[in-house]
């Protein structure tokens, strides 16, 4: 019974071990050692020498000693199966009650890579239920963990149906609305000044990241659509480049290039401040000089902005209400998978959100619409939380006035 129950705990600790290594390297070897050695390793080789120490020595030339002057049997030492389920509930214990936050967002960001690694070894592919059943198994582990923003797990949830737009199918998604937003900003207008660097116009900015705060020089670009930062500045915010991170293209004298992406925690200029996650493109060739990188649209378009040129000054006054997170996350999320089955006028879309981004995102409501010769549709269709690189299954279906052939997918809004 103890064997029975010390494995599951085992694996959880597993999770949990391999998840806070990745705080020091994403690397899978690093990952899975650490996870082994703490789950369980340590508790066998723990185990083995309570064992020895326990075990009764036996003296020389005492071989022939009558049975009652032995010394007696000592006590019962732990199996290995009670130690393994003991440190490992320790473990899950102190981390949850020491650290949840911190725990919480690692388990949330890195729990799930052992399933994927595996998956990707076994061939499957994406939204095959050995991915999502993991995924979703790691997902439940992470929401008993203690945390005051956790918005729990629910059922894809079906919308009203409306009756605006179509298009041909496609799963490619289209610019999002600028319709509300949760973090707080300054109410007021900030006066920043820059620095005219030849056709630049740089500005000191403060970048918050895993590892910490730092400030740096940035050319103010409203003509970039994300913000850019070089390698050496983001390794210094503590954030290590996935090399499955996802890529955006950009237009750029030279060419069409391709950058890949990450997220730092916020960004502020002056009393500025976006306190969110924002997407960065990672562009060594954007930096010159001092200067890190381009600070971008997905920045300045939290504000509304003034540019006076003669006085070397810029003025920001943040929108109300402010834009939503659905210009960052939309490079971030992949409709995978979508099938549409029409019965009489009902139609009912599958498909899989696929979550690139190293954090968990909330109320993503993606729309199906499709337009035929009676008019046109929409199907609308919630998930409540898709976890950190990871996939959920959305299921969405009503009347629509009309069939049609095709839908086409949009996100329509999530939050980080």
Known sequence: MIFLLAIPVALAGFILASSMAATVSDNTWWLLGA????????????????????????AAGTDNVKDE????????????SITVLVLNLA???????????????????????????LAIHLERQEGDPLITKGEAAVSWL????????????????ELPT??????????????????????????????????????SVVVPVRLMGPAGTTTVKMIFDTGATLTTLNTATLNRLGI??????????????????????????????????????????????????DEVGLLGLNFSRNFLVTMDHDAGRIVLKPKVPPPDHTFDVQHFIKLNNARGIWRGRTLTVDLV???LAPRALRDVQISATVE???????????????????????????????????????LERALW
């Not at 369980?40 to 036996?58: K, N, Q």
């Not at 002057?69 to 290995?80: E, G, V």
């Not at 008019?375 to 690189?389: E, F």
Request: proline share 9%; aromatic share 4%; charged share 20%.
């Open 162 to 199: 409306a009756t605006d737009g179509g298009a041909a199918l496609s799963s490619d998604l289209q610019a999002p609305r600028s319709d509300g937003g949760t973090e707080p900003m300054p109410d007021e207008a900030v006066k920043v000044s820059f620095k005219r660097e030849g056709s």
């Open 372 to 410: 035929g010769p009676g008019g046109s549709g929409v199907l609308k269709g919630l998930l409540s939380r898709v976890p950190a690189r990871g996939s959920k299954p959305l299921h969405m279906s009503g009347k629509l006035p009309s069939r049609g052939k095709s839908f086409k997918l949009k």
């Open 69 to 80: 002057a032995r010394p007696r049997a000592m006590p019962k030492h732990p199996t290995t």
């Open 91 to 117: 473990m899950l214990m102190g981390a949850a009650t020491l650290a949840p936050t911190q725990t919480r967002t690692q388990v949330d960001t890195h729990g799930a890579w052992w399933v994927r690694e």
């Open 353 to 355: 959100v696929r979550n």
């Open 35 to 58: 996870g082994i050695s703490v789950s369980f390793i340590a508790p066998f080789v723990l185990a083995s020498w309570l064992r020895a120490l326990r075990r009764p020595r036996r």
């Open 142 to 157: 992470t929401s008993l963990i203690p945390n005051s923003d956790d918005v729990g797990l629910t059922k894809p949830q």
């Open 240 to 289: 290590v480049i996935d090399p499955s991170a996802p890529t955006v293209e950009s237009h750029t004298a030279n060419g069409t290039v391709q950058r890949r992406l990450t997220l730092i925690q916020g960004a502020s200029l002056g009393g500025a401040r976006v306190p969110r996650p924002l997407a960065v493109g990672v562009c060594d060739l954007c930096a010159k000089d």
